[in-house]
């Protein structure tokens, strides 16, 4: 649901659609205001619909010290890896990009594809 708020000069759209399927995966409930020069309200519809679709369903990330000379990864280079801790697995996820490359520590930040 997109609700106009009216303020003293702005207008404002509460977007709440999806407020509890968030709430019931990570139980927290965030409110973000993003000032923008949109005038219509199907504008501002489709921004919270593109923000929600990045910020309700969180991709999982990952930091590991490698041990490895990281000097030759690039940026979203693609990582194949099974991620097991004790026998248990970690992750559903196999496929992932390295978000992040800190090559003096040798430490790559990775994110779920």
């Known amino acids: 649901m997109c609700l106009p708020i009216r303020e003293k000069s702005n207008s404002s759209f509460l977007f709440s659609e999806r ?33 929600s679709d990045r910020y309700t369903f969180m991709k999982q990330t990952i930091r590991l010290a490698v041990g490895i000379d990281t000097s030759e990864f690039e940026l979203l ?12 697995k ?7 990009i390295i978000k992040e490359i800190n090559p003096s520590q040798d430490i790559i930040t990775l994110e779920e594809v």
């Open 90 to 96: 970690f992750s559903n996820a196999a496929k992932f």
């Open 19 to 51: 407020e509890n399927i968030a709430e019931d995966i990570y139980r927290r409930r965030a409110v973000k205001t993003f000032n923008t020069d949109l005038i219509n309200q199907s504008d501002a519809r489709e921004l919270a619909v593109l923000l």
């Open 77 to 88: 280079d693609t990582v194949n890896v099974e991620l097991n801790i004790n026998n248990r």
